[in-house]
């Protein structure tokens, strides 16, 4: 995670509503990890066009989030004629990233919360 946020930016309503449900799953730190979303904004997190984006945590009183790994949450989406996985990505107890995987010829932008599919998280115990 770039501690940098010069190109920072307020998350979309679409990338907002894709945390906020990624967030709503009970697992090891999300309580933490719902507290920095209320202090984080984005930057583009990638080149290749997608709409991965890094999150960085204003608030440096923050708690930090013990999860049971870097990949706490993660869901696929779905829309015509595109599709994917969105993965959370956390580094040092705080939200890193909205990573995006995607299959077909082209990147996808973020999806829109409603696309969302099969949410799944790292669960205590296994």
Do not use: K, N
Request: proline fraction near 8%; aromatic fraction near 4%.
């Amino acid at each position: 995670m770039d501690s940098g946020t010069g190109a920072a930016r307020p998350l979309s309503e679409d990338e907002a509503g894709v945390l906020a449900a990624l967030l709503a799953q009970d697992f090891p730190g999300a309580a933490q990890l719902r507290e920095q979303a209320e202090h984080v904004l984005a930057a583009p997190g990638c080149g290749c066009g997608c709409g991965t984006i890094t999150l960085h945590v204003t608030d440096a009183g923050a708690p930090r989030a013990r999860t049971l790994d870097a990949y706490p949450a993660s869901a696929d989406y779905g829309a015509p004629g595109e599709g994917g996985v969105v993965t959370l990505v956390t580094a040092g107890g705080l939200l890193a990233e909205l990573r995006l995987s995607w299959w077909g010829e082209r990147p996808t932008p973020m999806p829109r919360p409603a696309d969302l599919e099969h949410l799944w998280c790292a669960a205590a115990g296994g």
